[in-house]
């Protein structure tokens, strides 16, 4: 299984980039996935994650507090998919993206998940 995510760029301070995460591979159901981010010279940080409840299309999300009231996650129709809205980004949201997925459900913002993407850079100029 391997994870894509696109979507990165360079945006102007407030502008606003949205980020995809979508697998290959052997088919899962990804019951987790979120979106972590790692700047130069720092640890990487949880930014959001959603897990499925197991019924229906109920999903529990959450959110690093540097990107609460910013930031959006949600699923594709496909479920498998995963997206990261990110609105009047600043210049601290500058890093390189990671989205994540599991087919268990975790706790969102621990680092635990089973497959990783490469990563997508998101370019913040002030």
């Known amino acids: 299984v391997q994870l894509q995510a696109s979507g990165g760029g360079l945006v102007q301070a407030g502008g606003s980039l949205r980020l995809s995460c979508a697998p290959s591979g052997r088919p899962f159901r990804s019951v987790s996935m979120g979106w972590f981010r790692q700047a130069p010279g720092k640890e990487r940080e949880f930014v959001a994650g959603?897990?499925?409840?197991?019924?229906?299309?109920?999903?529990?999300?959450s959110y690093g507090d540097s990107v609460k009231g910013r930031f959006t996650i949600s699923r594709g129709n496909a479920q498998n998919t995963a997206f990261l809205q990110m609105n009047s980004l600043k210049a601290e949201d500058m890093a390189v993206y990671y989205c994540?997925?599991?087919?268990?459900?975790?706790?969102?913002?621990?680092?635990?998940?089973?497959?990783w993407g490469q990563g997508t850079q998101v370019t913040v100029s002030s």
């Open positions: 994540a997925a599991d087919p268990s459900p975790l706790e969102a913002r621990r680092r635990r998940y089973k497959y």
């Open positions: 959603t897990i499925w409840s197991g019924v229906g299309t109920n999903y529990a999300d």
